[in-house]
């Protein structure tokens, strides 16, 4: 069982392997797939008597994101498979457990440089703020995707640990 998210339509996908076929459910409703491949990343899908071109544009295992051109049109998607299934019916949350909100002061310091803005688009690893600690620098970097709401820090103020630099959208 898998579940498939795009610009909040959510669909659940259930595969089952009878022999050489695989059976499909679309939430709930058998429905008749037949692909060819044609290359390692692309596959021709014939549903009814409808005819996709798929090609894979990229996926994300960590995030669990796959990016498909469909006949020309590029979509998103969130792929869950039955155990992140499992585990947000538990009440694990792995997406939003992650979501951060906030970039503080690692340790007391001097803040070198704010080297991003207000509004600005940031991805994961992006250098962030210089923080002059014990006599080294240390870059802050951003520990995940997302846009600038706010920057706290100033370049030449003192810091406290813990002290706000950064908020995010």
């Not at 596959?43 to 008597?49: A, E, F, M, R, W």
Request: proline fraction near 2%; avoid cysteine; charge should be negative.
């Amino acid at each position: 069982m898998y579940s498939v998210k795009s610009e909040n339509v959510e669909i659940q996908i259930d595969l089952k392997k009878n022999g050489h076929q695989t059976e499909t459910h679309i939430n709930g409703v058998a429905v008749v797939i037949d692909s060819v491949s044609l290359s390692e990343k692309e596959i021709h899908v014939l549903k009814g008597n409808q005819g996709y071109n798929v090609e894979v544009v990229s996926v994300d295992h960590n995030a669990k994101l796959v990016e498909l051109k469909i006949n020309g049109a590029r979509y998103k998607y969130e792929v869950k498979d039955e155990h992140d299934l499992l585990l947000k019916e538990l009440g694990f949350n792995t997406t939003t457990s992650n979501k951060v909100s906030t970039i503080k002061a690692p340790m007391p310091g001097l803040v070198l440089d704010v080297m991003v803005e207000d509004g600005q688009e940031i991805k994961k690893g992006s250098a962030l703020v210089i923080l002059e600690a014990m006599k080294m620098e240390n870059i802050i970097k951003s520990p995940t995707d997302g846009v600038i709401k706010t920057v706290v820090a100033t370049k030449g103020s003192a810091v406290d640990k813990n002290e706000l630099l950064i908020q995010l959208k």
